[in-house]
């Protein structure tokens, strides 16, 4: 079934500049995409705010079709679902590739460091200005799951549910990741210093597939490619070039990603991932119901992560429920398996945690 589209998409240039950030920095004016499936203001369900992972954008049902469109658990018809592309992205939300008009050309690697607090707080004025005051539920996974945590956090009062799926302050592997990934960007010659014209395509597509080794699990590349050759023909066993399946697959997916995603905007989302962290006072500030979700095989954001911060969250009198989804897809899981999504989606706006 092909995606369903928006109701609405629009840009939402925000009323408050300049836009300051956390880490000091600040910028004349905040443009974010906004999509929007249903009708905000009379949907019976309120309204549901999904927040995307590291490259995905404001159009929700393009990458998890499989849970919105009619019928589906979120359907149109009962819930307004909400996206917004993140500060920072190339997906029509101000980032790197906008033109800084101060000086006439886009930010590139000048776009100052922002962080999952300046990401929520830029989507909390959008809404605002949008007419949208409160939230039934703030969803998400990866960096968006960070977002709905941040949600809970910061505006408490505003959101009834956060379900974050596969989501808390990066462990020290998952920091190395990110910072190896960087280094493939910063690393290739067309970077630039940051003012290229022309993607740096082997930096970055090194770096996809640095990451999507991390998304995957070990079992799936082992059902999914073996020690089979490269199916283009290659015998790896000849040559030093010659590739394995699981080498041609990866190098397909940077190719592939390369044509979609801009490098600088790679390097500031990777960068608001690493700095993201949650203190206990933070933690105590939560009024939302959180509804925290495990990937089994997820090696990026391990379940025992995801369940520390459930007993972290109770600890500090959070009301909270912890569910694990049993998957070999590893982190990608939630992207990939809806159907074991749904019903922990589906407890989280439905029943009371335990």
């Known amino acids: 079934m092909d995606a369903i589209e928006p109701t609405v998409e629009c840009d939402v240039t925000l009323d408050e500049h300049p836009f300051r950030l956390e880490a000091g920095g600040e910028l004349p004016e905040v443009t974010l995409r906004c999509a929007w499936y249903g009708q905000p203001e009379t949907a019976p369900g309120g309204v549901i705010l999904v927040c995307h992972a590291l490259t995905g954008s404001a159009r929700v049902a393009d990458w998890w079709g499989g849970l919105v469109g009619p019928g589906r658990l979120l359907d149109p018809a009962h819930y307004a679902i909400v996206g917004i592309n993140v500060l920072g992205s190339c997906y029509g939300s101000t980032g790197p590739t906008t033109l800084d008009r101060r000086r006439g050309r886009p930010y590139g ?16 004025l959008a809404l605002r200005q949008l007419g949208i005051l409160r939230l039934t539920a703030v ?3 990866s960096i968006g799951g960070m977002q709905a945590l941040r949600w809970a956090t910061d505006f408490p009062a505003l959101l009834d549910v956060c379900c974050a799926i596969g989501a808390t302050p990066l462990p020290a592997m998952g920091l190395a990741l990110n910072h190896l990934q960087r280094q493939a960007i910063l690393s ?8 290229y014209t022309t993607q740096p395509v082997a930096g970055l597509a090194l770096a996809r597939a640095i990451a999507m080794c991390s998304y995957k699990s070990a079992a799936l590349f082992d059902a999914r490619f073996g020690r089979r050759p490269d199916r283009s023909g290659e015998d790896p066993r000849k040559t030093l070039t010659g590739r394995y399946d699981v080498a041609g697959y990866l190098d397909h997916q940077g190719e592939k990603f390369v044509r979609r995603f801009d490098a600088n905007s790679y390097l500031v989302l990777s960068k608001a991932m690493d700095t993201f962290d949650l203190t206990d006072a933070e ?3 939560i009024r939302a119901r959180i509804h925290l979700v495990g990937l089994s095989s997820d090696w990026l954001f391990p379940a025992a992560g995801v369940r520390a911060l459930a007993h972290r969250l109770r600890a500090v009198n959070v009301a909270v429920q912890y569910d694990e989804i049993i998957t070999d897809h590893g982190h990608d899981g939630f992207l990939a398996e809806p159907d074991a999504v749904a019903p922990c989606l589906r407890a989280a706006l439905t029943t009371q945690p335990t």
């Not at 460091?113 to 909390?124: E, F, K, P, S």
Request: glycine share 14%; no cysteine; aromatic share 10%.
């Open 109 to 124: 690697a000048r776009f100052p460091l922002v962080t999952i607090g300046d990401m929520v707080r830029a989507q909390y």
């Open 139 to 141: 969803i998400g996974g």
């Open 188 to 195: 290739d010659p067309a970077w630039q210093d940051g003012d």
């Open 283 to 285: 933690l105590a500030r």
